[in-house]
């Protein structure tokens, strides 16, 4: 949504920003045994033949779920991706993880999570992440030892197929140690757009979504055969759940996120404990000999409700350890063969449309039969006889629907009193909220009349998903999209916001000015649109202005490092140091991380003529990200200065092994050499500086041609 800024500080220097692209268990389990866990986002249970589908799209989930346990009613703590991988991470509610919906929230340092847990038990931690949300800054790569999100470095790149995905978790497995592992992987292609693979897509030609499943359970086919091979599928757990479900046009809604219907809540889960018990030193494949446990039943179906939030107290028991806290109960005890209770409520939320629209939030328990929404008008729902939650029964079961609404409360209650880690990220987590844009940061659904109830409204919903959908491919749709959504509501601060965007992506800088600020005035006051009018005014040379509305931006959120690193970038190009320096510090102390403010400040201090200070900023820059193109090039040209050339050289070829076609680092590496006498290489790079500088070098190029010549000679 941002556009990057771009500011020259030295000379040569080229981009100075980057903008940032438990319970124990009931009975022994075999100790130390690898634990595979596969998230397969926007899953309807409804799509697996285990789950009753007569499609035919996931033999391979179904050949699996005969040897697991199969829970029929799963709930998901929240339809959407990030603040549902949060819950199934941590087993925590969200009111405890403080992760709402995808956009601006990150999990803070202070809440616990699975992984590190499995790390302490002496745990090898990989994650192989398919889409977006769930990147490494989202705060989720806490207790991995490796993240694998890397494939989003490349421009534009949002997701990647099951195959890839798959690919480097076999790899990483493969490369098996003495230590047990954990490997989190999450699989990213049914989430829209569907656009499934041959020979998928021409076998779902119209039912693209179905196409996405079954390419997605041939892939994990195949690595399920993989691990079979390797004896992983006795000795290993394997937990194959999905984050959320998808509407398909269910209740007016096309994807998920917005309702809390069993079309996005209610997902497949499926788990199978090992079947083996591995010896310490024995290699899988050869661990065959073991004494069988059996504590799956092959074929077991669970189907009193539980939640997402119930995995990780699981697989920690598995483990051997224990969470510090948890929202969720293990499922041994159900999984061994313990009835259950089938009026356990298992919670949802969506705040999504709060903190996009202003809307009401939705909170709903779900019993097996039962399922209570608490909205401005509430719902209740017989899942037995009406499955797909057709005909609201609150009028004739009011008791009931009280009773319901009254455990709400009590599971609300107790998420408050157990609050006791993150007071302070409670708080931040409501600035969060009212950061986002209208949302009050209240955590309670508005009464009756008060607020709009999102079921009244999810036509406007549409045309705005739509519109974004079609932002990339096709702005002028999509612009006909968000026109369409504010006449249904005129006073739709989030349809201004986007047209904004669009006419600011496109140039038309006044035009986007015009509606940033109509979609203010309504009351939509989004970090976003204060920091593209800080763009624009920056970029008409109005400095105050731009930074009146990046500070705007930093008070609206003040965990925003890029809002706080643009205003450093502003003060620099103000020429007040100062600020600068404390705008980047601000960056680093909410997202230490992250390189760039490192690297912002060692330009600065370089600037106001501490050097030393400078190249210790950007070896701080390099320890976050050590293929940063541009820090090496700084360091090099510190060096440089300094009469180091040996060194300055070294960095100069970090800075081209990152980025090959890097002019001004060929500059400066052919100056290296020429002090360090090394003529020939100095020549080579001269050559290729010439070859590949843009005009405006003109006085490099020239400097170049003239150090070519005297080399000859
Ligand atoms: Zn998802």
């Known amino acids: 949504m941002r556009a990057s800024a771009l500011i020259a500080f030295l000379f040569l220097s080229s981009a100075a920003c980057r903008s940032g692209q438990p319970p124990a268990p009931t009975n022994p389990i075999p100790s130390r045994h690898p634990i595979v866990l596969i998230t397969i986002d926007t899953l309807r249970a409804d799509r697996l033949g285990s789950y009753g589908s007569t499609r035919g799209l996931t033999p391979s989930l179904d050949a699996f779920a005969r040897g697991a346990a199969r829970f029929t009613a799963a709930v998901s703590q929240v339809p959407l991706t990030l603040p549902s991988h949060a819950t199934i ?56 030892d490796r993240y694998d999100d890397e494939f989003l470095r490349s421009p534009d790149a949002t997701e990647r197929s099951a195959d890839e995905v798959l690919r480097s978790a076999t790899a990483w497995i493969d490369a098996k140690g003495s230590q047990p592992f954990f490997a989190w992987i999450h699989l990213f292609d049914p989430h829209s757009p569907y656009a499934p693979p041959a020979p998928f897509a021409a076998a779902h030609r119209d039912t693209p979504y179905d196409g996405e499943v079954a390419y997605t359970d041939a892939a994990v086919g195949r690595f399920l055969d993989r691990l079979g091979q390797l004896g992983l599928s006795v000795a290993a757990t394997i937990v194959i759940v999905a984050d959320h479900g998808e509407s398909l046009g269910e209740h007016g809604e096309r994807t998920h996120g917005t309702f809390l219907y069993d079309a996005t809540i209610r997902v497949p889960l499926l788990i199978k404990l090992p079947t083996v018990r591995p010896e310490p030193d024995t290699t899988y494949g050869r ?47 159900l999984i061994g063969g313990a009835k259950g209770d ?49 005909q609201s029964r609150l009028n004739e079961r009011a008791a009931l629907a009280t009773g319901l609404q009254r455990a709400l409360t009590g599971l609300e209650a107790a998420a408050r009193s157990k609050d006791d880690v993150h007071g302070a990220g409670a708080n931040e987590s409501v600035e969060r909220l009212r950061s986002l844009g209208y949302a009050s940061g209240s955590t309670a659904p508005a009464p009756a009349g008060r607020a709009i109830d999102p079921k009244d409204r999810v036509a406007v919903w549409a045309e705005i998903e739509d519109g974004i959908d079609l932002t990339a491919r096709d702005p002028a749709s999509a612009e006909h999209k968000f026109a369409r959504a504010l006449q249904l509501q005129p006073d739709n601060g989030l349809a201004m916001k986007y047209l904004a965007d669009l006419r600011f992506r496109a140039g038309r800088l006044r035009e986007a000015r015009e509606e940033y600020r109509r979609a203010i005035a309504a009351g939509f006051r989004h970090p976003d649109a204060y920091v593209n009018l800080a763009s624009i005014a920056e970029r008409e040379g109005h400095f105050d202005e731009a930074r009146e509305a990046l500070n705007r931006a930093v008070e609206l959120a003040s965990s925003d490092a890029d809002a706080w690193n643009r205003l450093g970038l502003l003060e620099a190009r103000r020429n007040d140091v100062g600020a600068a320096r404390r705008a980047f510090t601000r960056a680093i102390a909410v997202a230490g991380d992250r390189p760039e403010p490192y690297y912002n400040l060692g ?24 293929a940063y193109a541009e ?82 000679n």
Not at 291 to 297: A, S, Y
Not at 306 to 322: H, K, N, R, S
Not at 674 to 694: C, M, Q, S, T
């Open 89 to 144: 991470l941590t087993g925590l509610h969200p009111a405890h993880h403080l992760i709402r919906t995808n956009d601006g929230f990150r999990l803070a340092a202070t809440v616990p999570t699975l992984a590190e847990q499995l790390k302490a038990a002496g745990y090898r931690t990989g994650a192989f992440i398919g889409g977006y949300p769930v990147r490494a800054s989202s705060g989720l790569a806490r207790g991995f």
């Open 287 to 333: 661990n065959t000999d073991g004494k069988t446990v059996g504590r799956t039943e092959a074929g077991r179906v669970v189907d009193v409700p539980v939640e997402t939030a119930d995995l990780a107290p699981t697989i920690a028991a598995l483990a051997g350890t224990a969470l510090t806290r948890s929202d969720g109960r293990s499922l041994l005890p």
């Open 342 to 390: 089938p009026d356990r409520p298992a919670y949802a939320e969506s705040y999504y449309q709060n903190v996009l629209l202003g809307w009401s939030p939705l909170r709903a328990v779900r019993t097996r039969q039962w399922k209570y929404i608490e909205a401005p008008r509430a719902e209740l729902y017989d899942l037995e006889g009406d499955p797909h939650e057709l």
């Open 603 to 626: 330009l600065i201090e370089r600037r106001a003529g501490n050097e030393t200070a400078a190249q210790t900023r950007l070896q701080e820059a390099l320890t976050r990200d050590a």
């Open 631 to 712: 820090a090496h090039y700084e360091l090099a040209t510190g060096y440089l200065l300094a009469r180091q050339p040996e060194r300055a050289l070294e960095a100069y070829r970090a800075a081209l092994a990152s980025r090959p076609e890097y002019a001004e680092a060929l500059f400066g590496a052919a100056r290296a050499e020429l002090d360090l006498g090394k003529n020939a290489d100095a020549r080579r790079d001269y050559e290729r500086f010439v070859k590949i500088a843009p005009n405006e070098y003109r006085r490099q190029i020239a400097a170049a041609q003239a150090a070519i010549k005297r080399i000859k």
